[in-house]
Nanobody, 120 residues
């Protein structure tokens, strides 16, 4: 009964910026780590960025210095600010959350995916 709803994807030129959002809702007691993953056609899903409840972050080497992950715990929302975008960033981006629901069970949940296309 937990949903992650993503928004903010689209088409952008190389060097441009996008901001992705992912809001969790439903029977939520608490959310631990949240992250962003991406998966292009015929490719493996890879971790882009991750953030703990306390704000510790880690990034894929390919996006360090360009992407910033953040979260608003009061709104159960995670963001990904993407700057200096490159064509190789083109992918479907998925958010992920480690959720304790109100039945006291811990599970991973995934967003529906949002398309990011970087092209001139």
């Amino acid at each position: 009964q937990v949903q992650l709803v993503e928004s903010g994807g689209g088409l952008v030129q190389p060097g441009g910026s996008l901001r992705l959002s992912c809001a969790a809702s439903g029977s939520i007691f608490s959310i631990g780590a949240m992250g962003w993953y991406r998966q292009g056609p015929g490719k493996q899903r890879e971790l882009v960025a991750r953030i703990t409840k306390g704000g510790s972050t880690n990034y894929a080497d390919s996006v360090k210095g360009r992407f910033t992950i953040s979260r608003d715990n009061a709104e159960n929302t995670v963001y990904l600010q993407m700057n200096k975008l490159k064509p190789e960033d083109t992918s479907v981006y998925y958010c992920n959350a480690d959720v304790w629901n109100r039945g006291f069970d811990r599970s991973d949940y995934w967003g529906q995916g949002t398309q990011v296309t970087v092209s001139a």
